[in-house]
């Protein structure tokens, strides 16, 4: 098990510090856990399951387009 701080999670999901608060104040991101005094950082296996679970919501949407070629 691994701990990431906020730098790497910015870098790993793409979102800026003000997104994944707002996400962790919705409900919709993994919590941080406290390191002591005013550190926190994310468990890196939560991270990359959120990660996965915006995938599969992808992957189950209808298709804004078909893959035919237009003859």
Do not use: C, N
């Not at 999901?13 to 962790?24: C, F, M, N, Q």
């Not at 550190?39 to 995938?55: G, N, S, T």
């Not at 599969?56 to 298709?63: G, L, V």
Request: aromatic share 10%; proline share 3%; no cysteine.
């Amino acid at each position: 098990m691994r701990f990431l701080r906020l730098k790497e999670v910015i870098e790993l999901t793409g979102l800026s510090r003000s997104t994944i608060y707002k996400y962790i104040e919705d409900g919709l991101f993994p919590r941080s856990v406290s390191l002591g005094g005013r550190a926190v950082a994310w468990v890196e296996q939560e991270v990359h399951d959120w990660m996965l679970a915006r995938i599969e919501e992808r992957d189950q949407e209808k298709p804004a387009f078909s893959d035919r070629a237009v003859a």
